[in-house]
């Protein structure tokens, strides 16, 4: 599997990324979805999804589009891998909620590592008002849906 990455993606995944990380305490809204660590402790790693899980990830991958709903990504997808609130930099209590994202994975060689090159996924970017603004992987093939 070839992976595709720009610098583009590196720097708006790693911008998401320390949003995560310097919130983690703060999850004032809760996705409904199983958390990473959730993902972590019910997955044996070096973690590769089955050929199924990954077949239906990548073939239903263009029929993803700006505008969907939980639902129609759940349908489409299936449940994610993990599910994360996002908020702004600014500290507590400044922070504001900018939305959420579901992580499908394909493969996550480490769990205590990010590694943009060597975490095979797919990530749907949810606005305030749960709906799918910005769809992103490093799967060659799988472009770019919508803006952050």
Request: proline share 7%; hydrophobic share 35%.
């Amino acid at each position: 599997m070839k992976i595709k990455f720009d610098k583009k993606q590196y720097w708006l995944l790693s911008y998401f990324t320390s949003i995560i990380l310097m919130t983690g305490c703060y999850e004032i809204h809760q996705t409904g979805k199983p958390s990473y660590q959730d993902f972590v402790s019910s997955h044996s790693f070096p973690y590769i999804a089955s050929q199924e899980r990954q077949a239906q990830i990548i073939e239903k991958y263009s029929q993803l589009t700006v505008g969907l709903t939980e639902a129609d990504v759940f349908a489409l997808l299936g449940e994610p891998d993990c599910a994360e609130p996002l908020y702004t930099k600014a500290p507590p209590p400044n922070m504001e909620y900018l939305g959420f994202r579901w992580i499908y994975y394909l493969e996550k060689p480490n769990p205590n590592l990010t590694n943009l090159k060597k975490d095979i996924a797919v990530q749907i970017y949810f606005n305030t008002e749960s709906k799918t603004d910005w769809i992103v992987s490093n799967i060659d093939g799988l472009d770019e849906i919508g803006s952050p």
